[in-house]
């Protein structure tokens, strides 16, 4: 098991350029979550899947900001027209349905300039 | 009104010192809770579900206070190692969306 993987680790981008982040979950783990994380706070949920369904999603994740769980193994994350207060660190968790421990990934540093 | 509220700290206690942390939470249907410990510049990793009833794991003692919407961790015997950040962690009923706290910062020294 190799846990949690989140790529890139880093992303440096200019305000308006779109940008994708890829989670890859524990294997056979059927819930997804993004959250977003900025200095001094705590994790803010974005969205969640149960396998490809996205069942629940933040009003933050509107119009910039999607997801996509296609095969319901891994996800990705896009931001359309990044803006600058879109710098966070993007963190990926899953889960296993039944079972509420969430194990994350490292998530991505966004720095948008 | 935040829905997971915790004193952001920092706690600089002591090696040895017991130390307690609070959480309150708005939503009277929440219905599972959990505390998770963040080091500095790390994910988040849970540390220990809170039940009903309270429950302890080594030197943590986690307890829940529904009628006040309330849950505490302590923190016994300190070591350096505990320093750490401890994010309080909400679910609604009806829901699998987790609300997380600002967290609350723990300084053990030596």
């Known amino acids: 098991d190799t846990g949690v993987s989140q790529n890139p680790r880093h992303k440096i981008t200019k305000r308006g350029q779109n940008v994708t982040f890829r989670c890859d979950p524990i294997s056979e783990h059927n819930r997804l979550y993004w959250y977003r994380q900025t200095l001094g706070q705590g994790p803010e949920f974005l969205t969640y899947f149960q396998n490809e369904a996205q069942l629940e999603k933040s009003r933050l994740l509107s119009d910039r900001f999607s997801a996509e769980r296609p095969k319901g193994s891994f996800s990705t994350l896009e931001i359309q027209r990044t803006e600058q207060g879109d710098s966070a660190m993007y963190l990926c968790?899953?889960?296993?349905?039944?079972?509420?421990?969430?194990?994350f990934g490292p998530g991505t540093r966004l720095l948008v300039l | 009104r935040k829905e997971v509220e915790q004193d952001p700290g920092p706690f600089n206690v002591p090696e040895g010192a017991t130390v307690a942390f609070n959480c309150t939470y708005s939503?009277?249907?929440?219905?599972?809770f959990f505390w998770y410990r963040q080091d500095c510049r790390k994910e988040p990793k849970l540390l220990m579900s809170v039940y009903s009833s309270g429950n302890e794991d080594g030197r943590f003692t986690a307890q829940l206070n529904r009628a006040s919407q309330y849950i505490s961790l302590l923190i016994r015997d300190s070591k350096l190692s505990d320093s750490a950040t401890y994010l309080c962690?909400?679910?609604?009923?009806?829901?699998?969306?987790?609300?997380f706290g600002t967290g609350t910062r723990l300084k053990v020294l030596a």
């Open positions: 968790a899953s889960s296993l349905v039944g079972v509420e421990t969430q194990y």
């Open positions: 962690v909400v679910r609604l009923s009806g829901t699998y969306k987790y609300i």
């Open positions: 939503n009277s249907a929440s219905q599972s």
